[in-house]
């Protein structure tokens, strides 16, 4: 199994290669995931920049003596995908967000689209966004990434049309779609925006703006996938072809 990860806001070590991990990190590491000398870990400060470290010891119940690596930095990835993600119903928008971050997306957008029962407003979007925020670090982790995935703020349908006007390749998932994902020519740079509607699908109105803008519009398969998990999918799909996946 790899080393487990931790997020860090530096590496400063205290002159001689040891760092100190405390905190929330620290507390998880020393009581829940019970590190003891001589294990490896990754320390991350999620933006690509990262260090092997090696467990020196434990102090108390929430601080890691590390003996530090060398910094190193993980390049970004093209083309880079972003997947503008249609707010779900109850807690399936973090399970959307936690498995796009466990295949790859680079960046994810929330939607407030016009079919979607769910709107972000006022205290309750702060939260929702924060929420997914939290949870796109934590799968991060989870899946040994050290190049987390941004969230962004949640955007109109004008907003998502901007997107998709600058992006290299626009697809816009949905049923009246003709062409195939797995059969679209993709770019090899540039940035790739998918575009996942709710579950009451996108609009006539909205699917004009797309297309508008640049976007096609294309099928999954078959099958009718819930939002939640159509942009796993697809992400899964896109990155394979794209050789990101190799």
């Known amino acids: 199994m790899t080393a487990p990860v931790f997020v860090v806001d530096d590496f400063a070590t205290d002159g001689t290669g040891r760092y100190v991990l405390d905190g929330p990190e620290g507390r998880h590491a020393v009581s829940v995931k019970r590190l003891r000398a001589g294990e490896g870990v990754v320390l991350t400060d999620g933006a690509g920049r990262w260090a092997e470290g090696e467990v020196e010891a434990t102090e108390g119940k929430d601080r890691l003596i590390v003996r530090l690596g060398e910094v190193a930095e993980e390049p970004e990835e093209f083309p880079r995908l972003t997947v503008v993600q249609?707010?779900?119903?109850?807690?399936?928008?973090?399970?959307?967000?936690?498995?796009?971050?466990?295949?790859?997306?680079?960046?994810?957008?929330?939607?407030?689209?016009?079919?979607?029962?769910?709107?972000?407003?006022?205290?309750?979007?702060?939260?929702?966004?924060?929420?997914?925020?939290?949870?796109?670090?934590?799968?991060?982790?989870?899946?040994?990434?050290?190049?987390?995935?941004?969230?962004?703020?949640?955007?109109?349908?004008?907003?998502?049309?901007?997107?998709?006007?600058?992006?290299?390749?626009?697809a816009v998932l949905h049923e009246s779609g003709t062409e195939p994902l797995a059969t679209a020519e993709l770019p090899v740079s540039g940035d790739i925006v998918l575009v996942v509607g709710p579950e009451g699908g996108v609009s006539p109105e909205e699917l004009a703006l797309f297309e508008a803008a640049g976007a096609g519009v294309y099928r999954l398969g078959r099958t009718v996938l819930r939002t939640s998990t159509a942009g796993t999918a697809a992400a899964a799909l896109l990155l394979g072809r794209t050789g990101r996946w190799s």
């Open 86 to 170: 249609a707010l779900p119903k109850g807690d399936r928008g973090e399970v959307a967000v936690e498995t796009m971050t466990e295949v790859g997306v680079d960046a994810i957008v929330p939607w407030s689209a016009a079919r979607c029962i769910t709107q972000w407003r006022g205290e309750r979007g702060l939260k929702s966004l924060a929420k997914w925020r939290a949870t796109a670090r934590e799968a991060g982790k989870q899946s040994r990434r050290v190049r987390f995935p941004s969230v962004a703020d949640a955007v109109t349908s004008k907003g998502v049309a901007s997107l998709l006007a600058e992006a290299e390749f626009g």
